[in-house]
């Protein structure tokens, strides 16, 4: 397990475990919230909470920070640290007493806890405060706990970063599609003329290939092959039915987005089996593969979706959808490099911070059951 800077990690000893068995009692004590109604709402900036989170807002604070509430009813195991005034909703337990110990701390061993363990089995997911007592737990003393809310602080901050950086990232990739996708913007050496194709004009569709599998079939062919279908890869099976750079484009199956009315698109390359779930594309000579794929994900193609219980992209209407495509075969390829770089970045960026999630789990896993101790150095200057 990683550690932050700052800190090394030991393996417990019977001579250096000193966590205190204890009760979770002795960790805190829980209290019911606080019932509030739609007629007793009013306007204002403090936050109320629910089992689910953030709900809304009043113009009443109950408590001040630091806050920690989990969910008492509804939703069980959400575990939130609130550091400004709020009100915790009636659906909810809020810790009323820390017994002395670190409230970061209390919020770390809370969400590690899983609380939903302790549902009372009825209609309506319950958690009773009194079910809690007499539940035997290991405390640590004060400094430690300060030290395993800290590191696991500096990862969870780790993780909104990235999160922000991501939302950040795909802000400029959709604005950027927006301004390259549409000759709004042209990249520096290119001035030519840009024209309209149909995506008949433009791409050849293989949908003759296409062969669907059920589960039992999926299950005895099992290797080495994606299984395509409306929403990527479904399974891996030991044929294939096409090996080649195509675009896959979702049929059916409700597959599109419901904001935006964009299509699912994806790209293959080499080796697939594809599912009649999926139209095939592959762009026509003079025609950029990436280019095509872009265009088809920035397009809304609502007006082309075959009315009925699952909307469905018909290979007919599939035909008329439009795209704007420079004339000039260069300029397709740069528009498409610069996207699949910007892809690229924003994938990168998504297994970093995956894998500090997992980390994350790690260190909780590790710190709050004292299997892994964490002991602070001291650095000296120079």
């Known amino acids: 397990m990683e550690v932050k800077p700052g800190y090394k990690q030991t393996e417990v000893s019977k001579e250096q475990n000193d966590w205190r068995d204890c009760d979770i009692s002795d960790l805190c004590g829980l209290q019911r919230g606080f019932d509030i109604t739609e007629a007793t709402r009013k306007a204002g900036d403090v936050p109320v909470y629910s089992s689910s989170g953030l709900s809304y807002f009043h113009n009443e604070a109950k408590l001040k920070p630091p806050i920690v509430i989990t969910g008492r009813k509804g939703i069980l195991g959400k575990v939130f640290l609130v550091e400004e005034p709020c009100w915790p909703h009636d659906t909810t337990l809020w810790v009323k007493d820390f017994k002395g110990n670190n409230p970061r701390f209390v919020y770390w061993f809370l969400l590690h806890f899983r609380l939903e363990r302790f549902d009372a089995a009825t209609a309506v997911p319950t958690l009773n405060r009194n079910n809690l007592v007499g539940i035997p737990i290991k405390l640590p003393r004060l400094p430690e706990q300060r030290a395993i809310a800290g590191a696991l602080s500096d990862v969870d901050a780790l993780i ?6 991501i939302a950040k990232k795909r802000d400029l990739k959709q604005a950027a599609m927006q301004q390259l996708l549409t000759g709004q913007k042209r990249l520096p050496g290119f001035h030519g003329e840009w024209e309209v194709n149909t995506l008949q004009e433009s791409t050849d569709c293989l949908d003759s290939v296409r062969v669907p599998l059920n589960e039992a079939q999926r299950a005895q062919m099992k290797g080495d092959h994606p299984y395509c279908g409306a929403n990527g890869v479904l399974d891996s099976v030991n044929g294939y039915v096409i090996d080649d750079e195509i675009i896959l484009i979702a049929e059916d199956g409700g597959y599109f987005d419901e904001y935006e009315h964009r299509p699912i698109a994806y790209r293959m390359s080499g080796k697939c089996w594809v599912n009649n779930h999926a139209h095939i594309l592959k762009a026509k000579e003079g025609f950029d ?36 495509v420079p004339v000039a075969l260069p300029e397709q390829i740069a528009i498409a490099e610069v996207l699949s770089d910007m892809d690229a970045e924003l994938t990168a960026l998504e297994h970093r911070r995956d894998k500090t999630r997992a980390l994350k789990q790690g260190m909780m896993q590790e710190l709050l059951t004292g299997r892994v101790r964490l002991t602070k150095l001291k650095i000296e200057n120079g």
Request: aromatic share 12%; proline share 0%; glycine share 8%.
């Open 160 to 165: 909104g970063a990235l999160d922000r950086l």
């Open 289 to 324: 593969q990436g280019f095509i794929f872009y265009s088809l994900v920035h397009k809304n193609i609502l007006s082309f979706l075959a009315s009925g219980t699952r909307a469905k992209l018909n290979k007919s209407e599939m035909w008329k959808i439009e795209v704007n």
